[in-house]
């Protein structure tokens, strides 16, 4: 309760987007490759994005 009103770091956040992207290229891949890849490759991107404010 009492982190309730924390604010995330932007790389918290960038990091849950990337976990949300990669769980949904997994649904994906079951049903729909090319979707999956546009996914992965999204998250990707994310991840690279992570890095660079890992950097600075």
Same mark, same amino acid.
């Given at each position: ?13 960038? +990091? ?5 992207? #990669?769980? =949904?290229?997994?649904? @994906? ?10 996914? +992965? ?5 994310? #991840?690279? =994005?992570?890095?660079? @404010?890992?950097?600075?």
């Amino acid at each position: 309760m009492f982190g309730l009103f924390k604010k995330k770091n932007p790389e918290e956040i960038l +990091q849950k987007k990337y976990k949300d992207l #990669l769980k =949904e290229a997994f649904e @994906l891949s079951k049903t729909n490759r090319s979707a999956s890849d546009k996914k +992965q490759a999204e998250a990707q991107a994310v #991840l690279e =994005e992570i890095e660079a @404010l890992k950097n600075n």
